[in-house]
Structure formats: structure tokens, C-alpha cells
């Protein structure tokens, strides 16, 4: 392969992971923004919507879009579950202990997830078959195509209801206010749901359409979404633009780090580009002064 | 550390929040052992002025000299050895100690071990320990609290929980105070007795900085008062001055 | 609520010494002793990790990297290099140090949660290092022949010689962290925790006092991983990963955050769990993962604390009940 055609591939999946991150990133951002805590079970949104996409679309042969739905299904359910069981239920609201408490979650879900199915990584088939397509000299599968339609589709979405209806401008009123929110009679714990069940969503999609890629295990959602978080913080921390933005960066780098650099510490980068952001400009790429000094 | 008359002074502040202007180059200044009220409308700047005396956050532009020493800029902590103290509108009294606990933090800057020496225990500790625990105690009975020094502070009653925030403030030794609506929720009783308690401060030679809404008050003990409004200052003088300034009975009924 | 126990500090740390000292010639069980061992180096772990949590009120998800920094830090310079292994669990203690204050300060200058995701970034990082150096880690398959310490012809060869090592390490943390807990530092950490704007007007440089806590943390954990290396003689980065850390907070959380006493509890408990729950070693992730939500979702002061106030709450309302059945009188 002439160097171009390896630039232009090593772009090409950095952008498709950089995809999952922005996706994730938004999923972390929301409840954010909605709550201040830092969600840990975003990891297993993650996790979940490859694995359930793995029992609803190759154990029980249930078609790909049916199980699509019902994959992100499955774990928005679960986040309206964590988010009305432990998190309500909880006798200290202290940020501190939410924060745990999500990391305990988190580890249940995984717990279960390896008991439920095994240490191995599983098989997704991808959407539409397999047939290369080559674009700049780089090589593209139809999944990736597919990565990114749908992740176009669901940021397009994600604008349209955040500035265009009501719930979202609600929502949106919810993060920058939440007592003035209340007091124009917006419900902050239906916000504080609602974004339980958009971050699962959005986790559940990244999973499930890079799994055919990647694989997916119990435990594929920890990498990607720390990188996820990343990539928030890269583009600035509660910014949804910058969400994307970073993820789609971070993605890049990555991949052009592995490739042009090292494979072995292919993970290690994104982990690197976190701490640099956060010792040189902790409001990351696009951010307004969120991450103040005290 | 000059004996002027004037112990702190403030000019041309201003403070931006985003897109609001919440201090608009307001100067004054602030004579030494008098009890200087600010005062104004919700809204007006007083404690954004008050945060940014104590350092809270930095100013946009303007500086605060504070016995002839340049303040503006420097972190809360710093202000805190400069003789600075103060207490907040919404209390923050530390719920997760005793009463005497919370006072000794009051001490941290007339203190000096540090983590190698409390670790290891070293002598200077049980001799620090020992003269903090008594100026706790002292503090606490300037401020009729010493019965119930080992009382978690958050099952105090309000009322005292706000004399115990002063406790704390007093017992660093400030030469300034600040006081953030030090009668914000108490009752007719409580108000005239925290009244006596500021007029007790200022003997000891504190100089008192106030800010509050209780007109009663302000106008009972303050020697000099400051009015703003829409962050720009529109009166000073003292209380009968500014009680009869049209300017300041406008700010307050509105228009006429 | 543990008053009773910060009064006797001296007389429990007495009550710990000695058991100490007597507990190995009455357990000849040498599976019991290693057991205990394993508790006793946790316990210096989260002890440490527990002042950060509990009284600075920041979370750290990276101890195992410190942990693990200390391990191989001894294991290489004293196996590779040559180099004394007393001084070296030092010098280890001093570099793990110097890296959590560079991963530290900038995370805790910051308003909001960035030390989760920073300790949990670098502890990756970390872990992938140990793996790919392996020139000089010894990689997956880890690193052996790791020299025993030793005091003059004393050599530290077995558990039960080991179990005192460890533990007088650990009765030595808990007695420094009592005495800090209990003093000017302690008090403003504890003032930290309260209200960060308040101790910043109180003279409190709040940003160092979190980092110098977080870099104490650090060197207790390493001391710990150092203490280990030389126990086991051998280290693989399997002992250092992403579990590892959670295992430690959920000790810390389990035990009582805020509690020194409960930290040591805490260790010893979940320590346990972790080797009855051995034979079935998947069933450790969610065990851990129920148990630390469980715990803080009902009883977020700790174990201990929160059955004992739960206990009390049920005293005084079968007092109200009889009470109001008797009438006062």
C-alpha cells in the first residue's frame, strides 16, 4: 500500500471509532449537564447494546432491524431502571456518592455480563455484507458507511430535538438552570430520566454498530467508553458540538498514532491526549470556562 | 503595618459575569474599627463586592489595597493571612465537624504543622493542639457557644449555627471582617442580640464590613454606610445622610 | 458516633499491637497467615486511599497503578540493578510520589469530578506499559526472582516472618493516619471536604492540600506494592489492573469513608469475600460491583456506621412505641 492510501486508511477508522467516541461523548455530556455526576455505566451502555444485539440478532435470529430497536430498547430501559432504583433510592445525594454508586452499578452490570456470557468475544455479522469499497485508496466497509449514517442521523436528530422541541429546550433549560428550570415548571427529575434514557441510548447505538467491526465482549464498552470521555473532555466538557469534534479527533490521532508511531500502546494514546487536555486547556477545544478553578 | 485611619480601600472595581455587568468601577473606602454597611437593592453588587475583597473570584478591573497592601488578584486563602475574614449568606458552616472543631479550622492561619509533622505526631503538634483547643474555647464563650462544643454543628439551631460561623471568622484574628447578611433569617430576638454581638466586635478593634437587608440594623450600629444600585455606587455618608438621600429612597421604591 | 473509639485511640492501637504480635503463634494455618498478609498490605493501601476519599472527598479509580508503580519499581532496580531493596521501597515511595503530584494537580485545580477520569486514564496507561516494556517489566508473563528483605542475617523467607514485616508496616500507617486525621492538616482536609469556598477563607490552600493528600495516597499505596514484590518474590501486571482499584475504594467505602479504623475493617471483610469467592474467581466482579452499590446506596457512612445508626434508629423508635403505649411517666 503506497503511504497516502495508509493515510487515508488510518483516517478512515480513525474516523469510524471517532464516531462511537462522539456518540459516546454526547451520552456522558447529557446526563452531565442534567445532573453533574459522572455516569460510569455508560461503559456498560455500551457493552450492552453489542451484547444484546448479539443474543436478539445471532442466537435468536431475530431480524437486524427488529433487533436493532430492541437492543437500544433494552438498555434505554435499563437506564430508566438505574436511574429510578439506585440513584432515587440513594440516601446521600452527594455528588461523591452518585459518582460511586454509578461505578458500582457499572461493575454489577459487567459482573453479570461475564457470568451471563463469558469471557469471549462474540460475532455480530455486519449490516449489509462485507464487499469492499475503495474510496481515496483507502478501503471502506459498508459497516462504515453505515457508522456513519447513522451517526449523522442521530446527531441530526439530537440537534433537531435539543433546539426544536419543547422537552429538549426543557432539557437544555435544565443544565444551565436547574432551579429556575423548576421554578417555570419544567420537572427536573423527569430531565434527569429523560437524560438516563437518552445516554443509554446513544451508548447502546455506539455499541451496536461498531460491534460487527470490533467484536464485542463483556467488557469492549470500558475502553470505549473512557475513550468516549475522552473525548468529551477534548472537545470540552458538557459541549455537544465539541463532543463531536473531539470524538471525531480523538479518533484520528488514535489511529494515526497506531499506525504511524506504535501499535502496542494504541490505547494508551487517548488516554495521554486526556491528560495533556487537562494540564494545558481543561476547557478543551470548544469549551467556556465549565472546568473553572474553584 | 501602618495605623492609617483608612484600612481598606477600593477603586474603580468592576466585575463582569459573561454578558452582566455586576460591579461598575465602584471606589470607596473603609475607616479603621468602624462597622461600614454596604447596602442596595437585590442585585445591586454587594456580594460580588464582598467576593471580591475576600477573593472569591478575581476582579474584571479596579484594585482593593488593603492596609496599604495591593489585595485584588490574590487567592482566598492568601487574603486570609492579610487579616481577612468573613462569613457567607448561605452559611457555610462545616456540617461535618463539631463546634469546636469548626472554630479550631478558624485558627489554621495562626498555626503552622503541616502534613510531616502531623504524621509523625512531632511535639509541635500536641503544643499547637493545646493553645488551639483554648482559643477555640474562648472564642466560643465571646460567643455564649461554650456549652456545646462537641455538638455536631449541623444539629445546632439556625441561629446559633450563624454565631458559630462568626466564631469561626473571629477566631483567626482578623483585622477585618466581613459580614454576608449575618441576620438573613433570624427573628426580632435573635437580630438584636447578633446587633450586640457586631457592636462587641467592633470594641475589640475589628474593623466590621456588613452587608445586609435589615434597615433596622443597618441603620442602628453602622457608622458609615455605602448604597448601590445596578452595581454602581449612588450614596455614601452616614445613616441619618443616607436615610435622607433622594437618590437612595428612589433606588428602593422605584420610580418617585 | 465513634467518639467512643477516638478517645481510646491509644488504648485500640495497643489492643492491635499486641494482636499483632500474637496472632501468628496461635494461627499455625500457614493459609490463614498469607490471607492475613494479603489484608495487611490492602490495608496500608486503604488506609491511604481512604484519606483522599474520605477527607478530601476526591475519587481516585488509579491506586492500582501506584500500587503496581511501587511493585516494580522495587522488583526492577533491586533485581535488575542491584540496588538495596530498603532504600529502594523509598526511593520508589518518593517517584510514585512525584508522578501523582504531576497527575494530581491538574486534575484537583479543577472545579468538578476530573480526578476520576484522570487517575483512571494514567492507571491504563500504566497498566499497558508494564505489559509492552517488557524488556524491562518482564511483560504478561511478569517478573521473577524478586529478592526477599531483609535485616541484617534476618532474612523475611516466610509468611510467617512476613506476616510481621507486613503488618508493622500497617500498624504504622493506620497510627499516621490517626495522627493526621486528628490534627491541623486533618481538621482542614475535613474542612475541605465541608466546603471548599469556606477553608479557602480560612487560610486553607485547598488545591495543595489535595494534591499533597492524593500524593500521600500515592506513596502509601507503593510502599504497599513494594512490601508485595518482596513477599512474593514475583509480580505480573494481572495483579495491578482496572480491578484492583475498584477493589480497593469499594474497601474504602465499605469500611466507612472518613473512618481509619473502618478502612482496616473494610480490608479485612472484602479481602475475605475475595478469597471465598476464589474457587469461583468470575464471581468477583459483580460481588464487588452489588456490594459497593448496595453499601452506598443504603448505607453510604460505611458497614459499620450505618448498621450501628440503623440500629440505634430502631432503638429509639421502639422507645417512642413504648412510650406512647405507657405514657411517660
Redesign the interface.
Known amino acids: 500500500m503506497e503511504f497516502h492510501e495508509q493515510i487515508s486508511q488510518y483516517i478512515v477508522s480513525g474516523l469510524t471509532i471517532g464516531a462511537i467516541y462522539a456518540l459516546v461523548a454526547l451520552g456522558f455530556n447529557i446526563i452531565h449537564n442534567a445532573t ?3 455516569n460510569f455505566v455508560q461503559c456498560e451502555f455500551v457493552t450492552l447494546g453489542g451484547m444484546m444485539m448479539y443474543t436478539f440478532h445471532t442466537l435468536l435470529k431475530i431480524p437486524l432491524l427488529l433487533s436493532f430497536f430492541l437492543s437500544t430498547a433494552t438498555v434505554v430501559f435499563l437506564g430508566v431502571l438505574i436511574e429510578r432504583a ?1 440513584i432515587r ?4 445525594k ?4 452518585l ?3 454509578t ?10 455480563a ?2 451471563t456470557w463469558g ?1 469471549d468475544n462474540v460475532p455480530i455479522p455486519s449490516f449489509s455484507g462485507e464487499k469492499v469499497i475503495r474510496i481515496l485508496g483507502a478501503a471502506i466497509l459498508p459497516q462504515h458507511l453505515w457508522i456513519f449514517a447513522i451517526t449523522i442521523g442521530v446527531v441530526i436528530s439530537l440537534q433537531y430535538f435539543f433546539h426544536h422541541t419543547l422537552i429538549g429546550k426543557a432539557m437544555r433549560a435544565t443544565a444551565v438552570n436547574r432551579r429556575a428550570a423548576s421554578l417555570v415548571g419544567i420537572s427536573v427529575n423527569q430531565m434527569v430520566l429523560l437524560s438516563f434514557a437518552m445516554s443509554g441510548g446513544l451508548g447502546a447505538v455506539g455499541g451496536i454498530i461498531i460491534a460487527p467491526i470490533t467484536t464485542t465482549s463483556y467488557d469492549t464498552g ?1 475502553m470505549l467508553a ?1 475513550k468516549g ?2 473525548a468529551a ?1 477534548l472537545g470540552g ?1 458538557g459541549n455537544s458540538t465539541g463532543a463531536i469534534v473531539g470524538g471525531l479527533i480523538l479518533g484520528v490521532l488514535e489511529s494515526l498514532g497506531a499506525g504511524l508511531i506504535s501499535s ?2 494504541k ?2 494514546f ?3 491526549i ?2 495533556l487536555v ?2 494545558f486547556k ?1 476547557t478543551g477545544l470548544l469549551g467556556h470556562g ?5 | 503595618m501602618g495605623h492609617s485611619e483608612i484600612i481598606l480601600k477600593v477603586y474603580r472595581l468592576r466585575k463582569v459575569f459573561g454578558g452582566i455587568l455586576a460591579l461598575n468601577d465602584v471606589s470607596f473606602e473603609v475607616k479603621r474599627n468602624e462597622i461600614t454597611a454596604i447596602i442596595g437593592p437585590n442585585g445591586a453588587g454587594k456580594t460580588t463586592a464582598l467576593n471580591l475583597i475576600s477573593g472569591i473570584y478575581p476582579a474584571t478591573s479596579g484594585e482593593i489595597i488593603f492596609e496599604e497592601k495591593t489585595i485584588s488578584g490574590l487567592k482566598p486563602f492568601h487574603i486570609a493571612f492579610q487579616g481577612i475574614t468573613r462569613t457567607f449568606q448561605n452559611l457555610q458552616v462545616f456540617q461535618n465537624m463539631t463546634v469546636l472543631e469548626n472554630v479550631m479550622v478558624g485558627l489554621h492561619t495562626q498555626t503552622r504543622s503541616g502534613f510531616f509533622s502531623c504524621l509523625l505526631h512531632m511535639p509541635i503538634v500536641a503544643k499547637e493542639e493545646k493553645i488551639v483547643k483554648k482559643e477555640s474555647y474562648s472564642v466560643l464563650q465571646f460567643l455564649n457557644l461554650e456549652k456545646k462544643t462537641d455538638w455536631l454543628s449541623s444539629s445546632l439551631p439556625f441561629g446559633e449555627q450563624k454565631r458559630l460561623e462568626i466564631a469561626r471568622a473571629l477566631a483567626g484574628k482578623p483585622n477585618l471582617i466581613l459580614l454576608d447578611e449575618p441576620v438573613a433569617g433570624l427573628n426580632v430576638r435573635e437580630t438584636g442580640e447578633m446587633s450586640k454581638l457586631i457592636l462587641k466586635i467592633r470594641e475589640k478593634g475589628i474593623t466590621i464590613i456588613l452587608v445586609e437587608h435589615d434597615m433596622n440594623l443597618v441603620m442602628g450600629i453602622s457608622d458609615k454606610i455605602i448604597v448601590l444600585n445596578y452595581g454602581q455606587k449612588i450614596s455614601e455618608g452616614t445613616p441619618r445622610e443616607v436615610q435622607n438621600d433622594p437618590k437612595v429612597i428612589q433606588a428602593y421604591l422605584g420610580e418617585g | 458516633m465513634f467518639a467512643f473509639i477516638k478517645r481510646r485511640k491509644n488504648l485500640f492501637l495497643l489492643i492491635f499491637a499486641l494482636a499483632i504480635i500474637l496472632i501468628p503463634l496461635f494461627v499455625k494455618n500457614k493459609y490463614y497467615i498469607i490471607v492475613m498478609n494479603v489484608i495487611g498490605l490492602n490495608t496500608i493501601v486503604v488506609v491511604g486511599l481512604n484519606l483522599l ?1 474520605g477527607f478530601a ?3 481516585s ?1 488509579g491506586h492500582a497503578a501506584f500500587y503496581g508503580m511501587g511493585a516494580y519499581l522495587s522488583a526492577i532496580l533491586t533485581t535488575t540493578y542491584s540496588f538495596p531493596p530498603w532504600p529502594t521501597i523509598f526511593i520508589a515511595m518518593i517517584a510514585t510520589g512525584m508522578v501523582a503530584y504531576f ?1 494530581g494537580y ?2 484537583l ?6 480526578l ?3 487517575t ?3 492507571s ?2 500504566v497498566h ?2 508494564m505489559v ?1 516494556l517488557d524488556k524491562i517489566t518482564g511483560g504478561p508473563s511478569g517478573f521473577p526472582g524478586i529478592p526477599h528483605l531483609s535485616i541484617g542475617k534476618l532474612i523475611f523467607d516466610s509468611d510467617f516472618k512476613n506476616f510481621y514485616l507486613i503488618w508493622t508496616f500497617s500498624f504504622l500507617s493506620i497510627f499516621a493516619s490517626l495522627n493526621l486525621v486528628n490534627s491541623r492538616v486533618g481538621r482542614a482536609l475535613k474542612a475541605i471536604h465541608g466546603s ?2 469556606a477553608a ?1 477563607t480560612l487560610g486553607i490552600d ?2 495543595k492540600y489535595k494534591t499533597k493528600v492524593f500524593v500521600l495516597s500515592a506513596m502509601f499505596a507503593s510502599l504497599a506494592g513494594s512490601l508485595y514484590a518482596h513477599y512474593i518474590t514475583f509480580i505480573s501486571p494481572r495483579s495491578f489492573d ?1 480491578y484492583y482499584s ?1 477493589q480497593v ?2 474497601m474504602v ?1 465499605a469500611g466507612g469513608m472518613g473512618s481509619v479504623w473502618g478502612s482496616f475493617f473494610g480490608s479485612g471483610l472484602l479481602t475475605v469475600l475475595s478469597e471465598i469467592l476464589h474457587v469461583a474467581e ?13 453499601v ?5 457512612e460505611g458497614i459499620l456506621v450505618g448498621l450501628y445508626n440503623l440500629y440505634q434508629r430502631r432503638k429509639i423508635a421502639a422507645l417512642i412505641e413504648r412510650e406512647r403505649d405507657d405514657g411517660p411517666f
Do not use: C, W
Not at chain 1, 89 to 92: D, N, R
Not at chain 1, 94 to 97: K, Q, R
Not at chain 1, 103 to 112: A, D, F, K, N
Open positions: 453533574g455526576i459522572v439506585p433510592m440513594a440516601k446521600s452527594a455528588i461523591i456518592v459518582i460511586f454508586i461505578i458500582g452499578i457499572s461493575s454489577t452490570i459487567r459482573g453479570t461475564l457470568l469471557p470500558i473512557l470521555f475522552a473532555i466538557y502496542k500502546f490505547n494508551a487517548a488516554f495521554f486526556l491528560l487537562l494540564f481543561p465549565e472546568a473553572e478553578r474553584v | 476519599i472527598g476526591q475519587i479509580l497527575v491538574p486534575s485545580k479543577l472545579r468538578g469530578h476530573y476520576v477520569m484522570a483512571l486514564g494514567f491504563i496507561i499497558i506499559f509492552e471548599e469556598v479557602n485547598t488545591d482496572f475498584i475504594v469499594t467505602i468470575k464471581y468477583n466482579i459483580i460481588a464487588y460491583g452489588a456490594i459497593l452499590t448496595l452506598l446506596v443504603f448505607l453510604p
